[in-house]
């Protein structure tokens, strides 16, 4: 069978001993005793990478990227620490990914650990490419059919916007974020996101459908899993109630002439 990136990755990650594999908001990070040396990013904030990050040396970074932009980024939040990116899918060899695996690892194993080191592991390379829904999940059939219903719900409203925020598509009432659909790595659920406020999360969420999202939950926000199913009937109000929420008095008043 054919091998694909994901598998790459982590037979070459977990090749170096007493590495363990953590989940870390929806991504892998790769630690031996508790420290990163590689996380492993699919599509973060909408970038379309397949890339590892990596805790490499001092001077790595710089001369990587200059060399090879093709090949190398700075990571955001951990780029100005020095990590280097690496695109996974762009052709680069194997052969160079595991050796700068390894440069990351040894940079912050003990000693002991680092020392002990054999010839750096060599694998057959993937040859599976990826799905564009395995890259972005809301690419796939089952989203773009959620997605196509729902862009039409929004844009009907007066002065709504399409746009995206972290990498998600929002509809905007003016400037305001209303409803927003998102499909969080690590957990895969097609969810949409609407403001209800906090009075309405706790009825709504006995409905296990519903959920309360990380990050604006606290705000008033709730989320309906329509992974398998969607109810209009359901969907349609709730975003007419975040929609006058944050919309304007002239909105509000071209939504409903006649009040």
């Known amino acids: ?8 990755v982590r037979e070459i990650c977990l090749w170096f001993p007493e590495v363990e594999e953590v989940l870390s908001h929806g991504s892998p990070d790769f630690r031996v005793r508790g420290k ?7 599509n973060h904030h909408g970038d379309g990478r397949v890339a ?24 955001p939040y951990v780029g100005p620490r020095g990590w280097l990116g690496v695109n996974l899918d762009k052709g680069i060899s194997w052969k160079v990914v595991a050796r700068l695996v390894r440069e ?14 054999g010839d750096t592991i060599e694998i057959t390379p993937p040859t599976k490419p990826m799905k564009p829904e395995e ?8 989203a773009q059919s959620v997605l196509k219903q729902l862009r ?29 659909a998102y499909c969080y790595r690590g ?24 959920s309360i999202p990380p990050y604006m939950g606290h705000n008033g926000w709730i989320a309906l899993d329509v992974t398998e199913e969607a109810n209009w ?12 929420h944050f919309a304007n008095g002239r909105m509000l008043k071209s939504l409903d002439p006649g009040a």
Not at 233 to 241: G, H, K, M, S
Request: one cysteine or more; hydrophobic letters at 40%.
């Open 233 to 244: 009937r359901e969907i349609r109000p709730l975003t007419l109630f975040s929609y006058r």
């Open 135 to 142: 890259i972005d999940p809301l690419q796939s059939k089952r």
């Open 36 to 42: 990163t040396f590689a996380t492993y990013v699919i």
């Open 187 to 210: 957990d895969l659920r097609l969810k949409l996101a609407f403001w209800v406020g906090v009075d309405q999360q706790g009825l709504l969420t006995r409905d296990r459908n519903f």
């Open 104 to 117: 990351a690892y040894t940079k912050v194993a003990p000693a002991r650990l680092a020392s002990s080191l």
């Open 1 to 8: 069978m054919s091998k694909g990136i994901s598998q790459a």
């Open 152 to 180: 039409a719900i929004c844009l009907s409203l007066p002065e709504t916007s399409e746009g995206t925020q972290f990498g998600s598509p929002v509809w905007r009432a003016g400037k305001k974020v209303f409803a927003q």
């Open 52 to 75: 590892l990050w990596l805790n490499a040396p001092p001077g790595a970074q710089a001369l990587q990227v200059k060399r090879e932009p093709k090949h190398f980024f700075v990571p």
